[in-house]
């Protein structure tokens, strides 16, 4: 097909390649000409298991057996060291890095009431800290480049709350704004962060969705074609979150309300006029900080007038 997008002379790094999603991202880049970091500490869904290659070693092989060109990397994404170790990785494999692909979790379900540091640290080590460093890492190198594409994954568990998740929807909205600000300071260097919101039936989930053989497609391949679009040079967006399972994608958005303004504004008045701040009837999408400032201008500048 003339159109197929492809990847030839990009380096991607994806974290948490051993299997599931990240799995599903680094063969789809590697059958279109990417070279991969397939990064995996191995280790179990809590994080608490000892680690081994075994996992990124076999996704290395299976994109070898099909062609294409990869190597495999053991560094946990939890430090800083982890980090630069992944990255250098690329450099040797590779010379370059042009996609990271921040994938890498652990769980540690537990109700808010029951959270514990042992339950909340290395959640938080792994999602929010390690999509930190590993973007970090790679970060001068694209700046100089002039060129990077960085997909972080969130959850729709932290983005829209589910129960026994205080610890993992922390981190996973942490994400998000980390995202935002990379958008907004990697712009003038071409570099695109954008958010990913999967569902789909991995080792992770699959307590949640079952093992029986279900009548919906939750096969990680139906996510991965956004991410690898995210991914792709030709990518149209910048600070975005998208949901996708089982075939269909959304854009989920942060917007903020028209609201209401008043010169005086008292107690009274929001009691009163609640249901108007939240009406979602006219809304805007702010791409930045600067931006939603910005929709207070009018405002001001009506009341100057007066
Ligand atoms: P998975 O458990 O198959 O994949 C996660 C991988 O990350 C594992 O292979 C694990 O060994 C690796 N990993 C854990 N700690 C690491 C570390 N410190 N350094 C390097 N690698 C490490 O699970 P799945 O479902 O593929 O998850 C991928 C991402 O998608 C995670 O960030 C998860 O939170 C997120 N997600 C998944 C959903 C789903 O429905 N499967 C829903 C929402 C979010």
Redo the contacts with the bound molecule.
């Keep these: 097909m003339s159109d197929e997008l492809r990847y030839d002379g990009k380096v991607a790094v994806i974290?948490?390649a051993?299997?599931?999603?990240?799995r599903s991202h680094a063969l789809l880049l590697a059958s279109r000409g990417a070279k991969i970091v397939v990064?995996?500490?191995?280790?179990s869904?809590d994080?608490s298991a000892d680690?081994s290659l075994g996992?990124a070693g076999k996704v290395v092989a299976e994109i070898k057996e099909a062609g294409g060109e990869a190597v495999a990397d053991g560094?946990?994404?939890?430090t800083p060291e982890?980090a630069a170790g992944i990255i250098r990785t690329a450099i040797d494999a590779f010379g370059r890095v042009d996609i990271v692909i921040n994938?890498?979790?652990?769980l540690r379900d537990k109700s808010f009431r029951n959270l514990t540091p042992e339950l909340y640290d290395p959640v938080i080590e792994?999602?929010l800290n390690?999509s930190v460093w590993v973007a970090q890492a790679a970060w001068e190198l694209m700046r100089e480049q002039k060129y990077g594409r960085i997909v972080h994954?969130?959850?729709?568990?932290g983005i829209f709350g589910n129960f026994g998740q205080a610890n993992?929807g922390a981190a996973?909205m942490g994400i998000v704004g980390l995202s935002n600000v990379l958008a907004v300071e990697g712009a003038k260097y071409n570099i695109k962060s954008n958010v990913l919101?999967?569902?789909?039936?991995?080792?992770?989930?699959e307590d949640l969705m079952g093992t029986g053989g279900g009548t919906i497609d939750m096969d990680?391949s139906l996510v991965t074609p956004i991410v690898a679009y995210l991914a792709h040079e030709s990518c149209s967006v910048n600070g975005e979150i998208y949901s996708a399972?089982s075939g269909r994608i959304s854009r989920v958005f942060i917007g903020v309300t028209k609201g209401i303004y008043e010169k005086d504004l008292t107690l009274e008045s929001v009691r009163d006029r609640i249901e108007e701040i939240r009406s979602e009837e006219t809304y805007s999408v702010p791409k930045s900080a600067t931006e939603e400032m910005a929709l207070i201008v009018p405002h001001l500048k009506a009341q100057a007038k007066k």
């Design positions: 974290t948490g051993g299997g599931g999603l990240g990064n995996d500490l191995g280790g869904v994080g680690g996992p560094h946990s994404v939890s982890g994938n890498a979790g652990i792994v999602h390690g994954t969130s959850s729709a568990a993992y996973k919101a999967p569902g789909a039936k991995t080792r992770m989930t990680p399972a």
